[in-house]
Each structure stands twice: as structure tokens, then as C-alpha cells.
């Protein structure tokens, strides 16, 4: 039996399922104290004064820090190294623990209040009063990048954050040589990745053994315990970090915050476990993703086949660099071709500093902008030259035989079926029935569009990003645990890890057990962050897997006398392949030798390209504006799946989370820098209501940069859903004349965008 490619039940469900899972806010130690930290209410302000004797004065309350109190104590949080990418400019303003001199977004955390339970850690915040000179915010990134408006890091001397160029082919012959040319602005906006679970932090330091144990919510167990190490002076293996189930992520969960650093540090200074958990609020005002503005001009040839694309991109990175920061902007210039032989592209790139949240990695990184720019321009691109949005994207197509491909910008394409996906998607969408009822709409009929939109996702990350470790042993009773430094946060890890030693050594997978997310159990590896939980965490396991099979199989050669080579595992036994008949169990296979322990690290020499193509019918009332979403269709390659049950979860999320880019969600700030969608009752999450059936299918071309031959996809889905309900918006409100409308789609912005630029009724 195999147990790749089956969608096996998800052995982490059960315990969640009847409330058995462990989050941070479940963990409570003896004699735990709790902390609430106090934020700047200012978009820029120096910080004159900050009172803390009545919040000290508090019964309950332990400890009250300022930045003062960590002056020479604790540095600014680290930032990422670059890697390889290429930088003109690069002024990374570092995100200080607690705030010193002043306070540069809304939300900044300024001070920390330590106290017996959570109420009084909040009471006692709301004691601490701070004496602000209010200074004068800079919130539009247009005039960020005008040297006469005010630096807001004066020892940067420039509100430039980073500047670069990413180009390649000749754009001034692609322009001269064009039949048409499309020039348009897109403006993607701030969006709040808001996991089901916000973050949180537990310090506890053992004296006796000299151990500080933290548990985090985080993406990245190993990285925390790395960092921590640097900014408290201590040697690694005098920490230990620990991430329990996290509810989600998205992104957040794969930086370093200050409360990372704040509880920890407490725990040292108080001997006690100190605990943190964000709220809802703190988690809308201290992280966000995408914003960014991008104008991209086309060059095409009288049939819409792209010579080249010229684009600007001005990032709004808000106030401070978190690690992951500047990548959204690097992926989202050199993944703009998507998959498209385009044979010149100038991108300009420009992330500047605002008095904002700010911005860094979301599920996507980078992808979902690009996409939406390529995406909405090849629909502008058929409109002018009066073609079939579908026909369009055929006629620029990386062509199956081109693989591998290279793109003009430097990246590598391993592997793909571009045509069969589309034929696919357009097929169970029933395109060519929907263009023709479109044709015969009567006037007074709600307005009915239907949109494409095709994408690549390359996964795995660069640099160091691209290893990842793996251990496996097998004990006398045939046991076998697997030891990764992926650190899953609803991925399904213990599942697929677990399939894929069954099919190796032929056993079934409750006999499998997978550890992860503890530094104790295993100290190496990276994370989970860029679909790369499966491709290189999966293949480290693969091999690891592997070499315990030689080795066994070795053993067995010698039990039946026959050549390591055909020696067979399968269904929990193993035998000769030629004498099928003569069998014994695994197990006592594993007992005919002690010390069945295997370590691989193995690191990705080519980043995997998924490719997919969503379709959607969206219908809008002619009175109302709303927009309903009739049908949606996505088909993707994911390379060789593993558990097709937890790719289709994987997604369900990314397209709810793309038709609320697209429909409902913007983080919205005023003149002065304040953000006025700071709840969940001005910032709208859809609902369930808000998400269609779903029709989903695969393409799968195996993948050979790994061993697994899978592609990643956890972040796949996200790409295109903004872009295919925006063109399919656009082509149902095409009767008024509108020709583009940023996302999100709601009434408001629709009638507003009619009335200012097209006719009323269609």
C-alpha cells in the first residue's frame, strides 16, 4: 500500500478538535506573573518624561521597565541579513526593545508593566503617564522620499530605507519596438495577517540548572533561541525554546519582537515565569503586510505578446525593519514577469520610512502584488487590442519544452504545464458559457463578469533559509521518531512526515511519531516560513529515511542471503522480493541491531516554481453595488503531493484570505498617523458567509529540485484570488466605462468609481 498521495486524516486534529491543544495562553506555571506593555497613542513624538511611580505604587503590581531601564542592557532587535540580493541603498532603521527619545508609530512599545495577574498588569499600564512633544508625522511614503520633508531617524540622515534596481533583457528596444503600450497604477493596500491566535511570550528561568526556558508562539523555534542568545549575552544551550501549537501565523510569527526579548529578560530580572499575550488590538496596530504602490507600463506587439515591462515600486515599510521587511519588495520586482516569457524588465524599487506600522513578510511575500499588477494588465492589454483575456495569457506562456527557464530578472523556473492548467481551470469554470451569457445581459440585469488570473510561487526562501535538518531513529520495538527543525503552525507536518516514513520503510504511520517545535528535542534547523516546511524540511526526513532503509535493508540481505537490492518493505514486513512468501515483521527487523539513528541536513539547490490558475464569476447588483462571487475555480501544480486532503486545506485558507484582500480588508490610517481600523469592528476579516464553493483541481509536474519532487504551497492560493476577482469586478462593471478600481470592491468604492468616472447605469 502507499501512502503518498493520500489524504489520510490529520493526526494532529483529534486533540484540537476535543480541546486538547496547548497554546500559549493554556500554559500557567507556579507563581506566574503576567505583563501588559504600554504603547505610544502618538505617530511621532519625542518622549519628554515617562511617570511610573502610581503604576509601582499598584498593589499586584511586581515591575515597571522603561527604555531607560534598558539602556546598556539590551540592544535594538537584529535585522536579517540581505543575502545575496542586490542593494544600491540600504538604511535599516532597527526597532529598539522599549522606546527611548521618542516614539515613531502608533503602537510602539514604550514601557512594561509586570504584575500578579493580567488585570492588574493592564490597570497598572493605564497608570503610566507619558509626556510627549508631539512632532509632525510623515504618513504618505510620497513625501517620505522628498528630501525636504523631515527625517524621521535623524542618524539615517534619509527617510530612503532601501533603493535598488532589478532588471535584465533590453528595455529601450522592447518599448521602441511596441505596437501598444498600457501604463497603470496599482495600489495594494496595508493588510493585518490576524491569525486565529495572536502572539504571545512565557519566560521562566531556572536557577538550579541555569536554563532559561521560553515558550513562543512562533514560526521559528530555533531562530528565537539564536537571537536570544546574542541580545541577553548567554550561550546557546543555556536556552530553551519551545513552541506549542500556534493557531496560525501568516507571517507575523516568523519575526523577532520586543516582547520576544521583553519576557525573557523579566524572568532572568524577577526569578519568576513571566507571561504575555497580545490582544486583539496590539495585534492590528504592530504588524502588517503588503503596501506598496506599483506603476508598471507593458510593451506589447499587435497580438498582446509582451516585450518588456518597465515598473516603479514604492514601498510604505512603516517606521522600523522587522527581519523579514525588505523581502516583499525584492519578490514582488523579480516575480512581476509571473509565468511569462518576457524578454526585458526594468524595475525600480523604493521602500522608504513612514510613521506607520511596520510592514513585513504576509502569506505571499511579495507574489500576491506582483500578480495583481501582471495580472490586471494583461486584461487592460486584451481590452485595448479587443482579445480573449484567456487567449492572451496562452500567447505569453513560459512553453512546456522551455523547462528549465530562466527568467530575465534571474529566476529559475524547475518544471511545468502552464496550458493544461488554464485548459483545466477554464474548463471546470465553464468560461466560454459565461463570456456568452455576459454578451447577452440585458440591461437591466445585474452586472456579471468573470476574471482569470495566472500565477508562479517560487518556495523555499534564499541563504540559509535553504537548509533545513532531520533526524530519525528506530528503536527495538520497530518505533520510529522523526526529528525535524520545521516548526509547524497548521501545515499538517506530523502527518505528511509520518507518510512519508510509512512509504519508505513500509509500515504503516501510526507507527510513526514526528517531533518538532522544541529546542530541547531537537536543536537544529530553521522554521517553517516560504513553503518550505515540505521541500526541505520533507526531504531532509526523505533522506534520513532513506539511509535507515540501506541500513535495514542491509541487515535483511544478510538474514535472506540475497542482494540488498531486493529486499522489499511493505505493509510492516519485510522480505525478498524474489521469495515473497518468506517474511518478518519489521520490528524484529529493527531489533537485530542497536543504535538506529540517522541525521541528514539537506539543503535546496533550486527554489521550486508552483504554478496555478484561478477563474471566477462574480455578479453585482446594479442598485446596491454588492458583489456576490457566483463560482470559483482554482486549479494548482504543486508538484508530487503527499496528503491531497491538507494541500486542499492549505488552499481553502489562502484564497479566503485573497478574497478579503480583494473584497473587504485595508488597513486605513488618518493625516496624523493614527490607524483607524484598529479593531475588528472597523477592519473586516471576511466571514464565512463572504467564501463560495470551491471547485479545486491539480496539475502536478514533478518537481526535480528535491527529492520529494514536491513544489511548496502554503502560500500559493494567496496569489492570484485578489487579482482573478479583481479582473472579473472590472469585466462585470465594464458597461460604465470604469476602466480600473484597486481592490478592495466594496459598494462604496464601486459607486464611487462609477459615478466619478463612468456612467451610472450600465
Not at 287 to 306: C, F, N, P, Q, T
Not at 340 to 360: C, E, F, M, Q, S
Not at 363 to 373: I, K, L, Q, V, Y
Request: charged fraction near 20%; charge should be negative; glycine fraction near 8%.
Amino acid at each position: 500500500m502507499s501512502y503518498l498521495g493520500r489524504s489520510i486524516k490529520r493526526f494532529e486534529d483529534a486533540r484540537l478538535v476535543i480541546g486538547d491543544g496547548v497554546f500559549i495562553d493554556d500554559i500557567k506555571l507556579p507563581d506566574m506573573l503576567h505583563a501588559a506593555v504600554v504603547r505610544s497613542v502618538h505617530a511621532h513624538a519625542r518622549i519628554r518624561s515617562i511617570n511610573v511611580v502610581d503604576a509601582i505604587e499598584l498593589d499586584g503590581v511586581v515591575e515597571v521597565l522603561t527604555g531607560a531601564d534598558l539602556a546598556g542592557k539590551l540592544p535594538d532587535l537584529p535585522i536579517r541579513p540581505m543575502g545575496d540580493r542586490s542593494v544600491d541603498e540600504f538604511n535599516p532603521p532597527e526597532h529598539p526593545v522599549l522606546a527611548q527619545d521618542k516614539v515613531c508609530y502608533v503602537g510602539q512599545p514604550v514601557a512594561v508593566v509586570v504584575a500578579k495577574n493580567p488585570y492588574l498588569a493592564r490597570d497598572g499600564a493605564e497608570l503610566v503617564t507619558v509626556d510627549y512633544e508631539p512632532l509632525t508625522p510623515v504618513v504618505n511614503p510620497v513625501d517620505a522620499a522628498n528630501e525636504d520633508v523631515p527625517v524621521i531617524h535623524p542618524h539615517l540622515g534619509t527617510n530612503v530605507a532601501m533603493r535598488s534596481v532589478q532588471e535584465g533583457g533590453d528595455i529601450e528596444k522592447a518599448f521602441a519596438q511596441a505596437a501598444h503600450i498600457v501604463r497603470q497604477r496599482y495600489e495594494i493596500p496595508r493588510l493585518a495577517p490576524s491569525s486565529m491566535e495572536t502572539r504571545g511570550v512565557i519566560g521562566n528561568y531556572d536557577a538550579s540548572g541555569d536554563l532559561l526556558t521560553v515558550w513562543d508562539s512562533t514560526q521559528a523555534p530555533n531562530q528565537i533561541k539564536r537571537y536570544l542568545a546574542q541580545m541577553l549575552g548567554r550561550p546557546e544551550e543555556s536556552i530553551r525554546v519551545v513552541a506549542p501549537d500556534v493557531g496560525g501565523s501568516f507571517g507575523i510569527k516568523d519575526c523577532l519582537f520586543s516582547e520576544d526579548v521583553l519576557m525573557p529578560f523579566l524572568a532572568l530580572r524577577l526569578q519568576k515565569p513571566v507571561k504575555w499575550v497580545e490582544d486583539r488590538q496590539e495585534n492590528l496596530i504592530t504588524y502588517h503586510g503588503r503596501g506598496m504602490s506599483l506603476d508598471v507600463e507593458v510593451a506589447v506587439d499587435k497580438k498582446g505578446v509582451i516585450l518588456g515591462i518597465s515598473a516603479s515600486i514604492l514601498a510604505d515599510i512603516g517606521a522600523y525593519f522587522y527581519f523579514t521587511t525588505p523581502f516583499p519588495l525584492f519578490n514582488a520586482a523579480r516575480r512581476i514577469t509571473g509565468p511569462y516569457d518576457v524578454p526585458a524588465v526594468r524595475v525600480d524599487l523604493l521602500g522608504v520610512i513612514t510613521n506607520k506600522t511596520p510592514v513585513a513578510a504576509y502569506r505571499g511575500t511579495g507574489s500576491p502584488e506582483a500578480a495583481f499588477c501582471i495580472e490586471r494588465t494583461l486584461d487592460l492589454i486584451a481590452k485595448d487590442l479587443g482579445l480573449d483575456p484567456a487567449e492572451i495569457r496562452r500567447s505569453n506562456y513560459i512553453s512546456k519544452d522551455a523547462f528549465p527557464y530562466k527568467s530575465c530578472t534571474g529566476n529559475m523556473y524547475d518544471s511545468g504545464d502552464y496550458l493544461l492548467a488554464l485548459d483545466r481551470a477554464l474548463e471546470l469554470v465553464e468560461y466560454s458559457a459565461w463570456r456568452e451569457k455576459i454578451k447577452h445581459r440585458r440591461p437591466v440585469d445585474p452586472y456579471l463578469g468573470v476574471g482569470l488570473a495566472t500565477f508562479i510561487k517560487s518556495s523555499g526562501a534564499g541563504g540559509e533559509h535553504r537548509v533545513e535538518s532531520a533526524r530519525v531513529r528506530i528503536d527495538s520495538s520497530g518505533q520510529i521518531d522523526v526529528y525535524t527543525g520545521v516548526s509547524p503552525h497548521g501545515q499538517g507536518t506530523e502527518t505528511t512526515f509520518a507518510q512519508i516514513a510509512a512509504e519508505t520503510l513500509g509500515v504503516d504511520p501510526s507507527q510513526v511519531r514526528v517531533h518538532h517545535s522544541d529546542t530541547a528535542i531537537y536543536p537544529h534547523g530553521i522554521g517553517t516560513s516560504a513553503s518550505r516546511g515540505l521541500i526541505i524540511g520533507g526531504s531532509a526526513v526523505q533522506l534520513a529515511l532513506q539511509e535507515a532503509r540501506e541500513k535495514l535493508a542491509g541487515f535483511a540481505s544478510k538474514f535472506f542471503s540475497c542482494p540488498a537490492a531486493d529486499i522489499k518493505f511493505s505493509d510492516g514486513e519485510v522480505f525478498d522480493l524474489h521469495h515473497p512468501d518468506t517474511k518478518i515483521p519489521f520490528e524484529k527487523l529493527a531489533a537485530m541491531e542497536s543504535g538506529l539513528d540517522f541525521e541528514h541536513e539537506y539543503t535546496l539547490p533550486q527554489s521550486p516554481v508552483s504554478f496555478g490558475a484561478h477563474a471566477v464569476v462574480v455578479e453585482v447588483n446594479q442598485d446596491t453595488l454588492a458583489l456576490k462571487i457566483l463560482r470559483y475555480v482554482g486549479v494548482h501544480d504543486c508538484g508530487r503531493i503527499i496528503n491531497p486532503m491538507i494541500v486542499e486545506g492549505q488552499i481553502h485558507g489562502g484564497i479566503a484570505q485573497g478574497i478579503g484582500q480583494a473584497l473587504t480588508e485595508s488597513i486605513v490610517y488618518s493625516e496624523e498617523g493614527q490607524p483607524l481600523t484598529g479593531s475588528l469592528m472597523d477592519y473586516a476579516l471576511p466571514r464565512s458567509t463572504t467564501i463560495p464553493d470551491l471547485t479545486l483541481d491539480t496539475v502536478d509536474t514533478i518537481s526535480p529540485t528535491n527529492p520529494l519532487g514536491s513544489k511548496g504551497i502554503g502560500s500559493v492560493s494567496t496569489v492570484p484570488s485578489p487579482a482573478a476577482i479583481a479582473n472579473a469586478v472590472m469585466n462585470a462593471i465594464s458597461p460604465s466605462g470604469v476602466r480600473h478600481i484597486d481592490a478592495p470592491y466594496t459598494p462604496e468604492r464601486l459607486w464611487r468609481a462609477i459615478r466619478e468616472h463612468g456612467t451610472v447605469n450600465g
